[in-house]
């Protein structure tokens, strides 16, 4: 059972930046595929970015290529969502989960067995 519990996130004006962090526990992290997640009022839950075992390959949402870093330090059992240029639209909750598979679809959240309760990030236009 892996716990995950996410930081960093509030108000911030358009063109900022915020850095939130994903810190797990009960589990062999580096066994986890991690991915962030966010969801607007009113939206559906949208993949934002993906990180592999290793910190070998990343993915992302196109509205986020370019402004968001998604990178993973195993020794301390952190993902990290690196945001910049932020958008007035990037504004939701946002959710750390992870994945035990050998393989995923990296973009369902279907696909993550375990998340965060997730933290708000606002952005002021």
């Known amino acids: 059972q892996v716990q995950l519990v996410e930081s960093g996130g509030g108000l911030v004006q358009a063109e900022g930046s915020l850095r939130l962090s994903c810190a797990a526990s009960g589990g062999a992290f580096s066994r986890y595929f991690m991915g962030w997640f966010r969801q607007a009022p009113g939206k559906e839950r949208e993949f934002v970015a993906a990180?592999?075992?290793?910190?070998?390959?990343?993915y992302y949402v196109d509205s986020v290529k370019g402004r968001f870093t998604i990178s993973r330090d195993n020794a301390k059992n952190t993902v990290y969502l690196q945001m910049n240029s932020l958008k007035p639209e990037d504004t939701a909750v946002y959710y750390c989960a992870a994945s035990p598979k050998a393989a995923i679809v990296i973009r369902a959240g279907s696909e993550y067995e375990y998340w965060g309760q997730g933290t708000q990030v606002t952005v002021s236009s």
């Open positions: 990180i592999g075992r290793s910190s070998g390959a990343a």
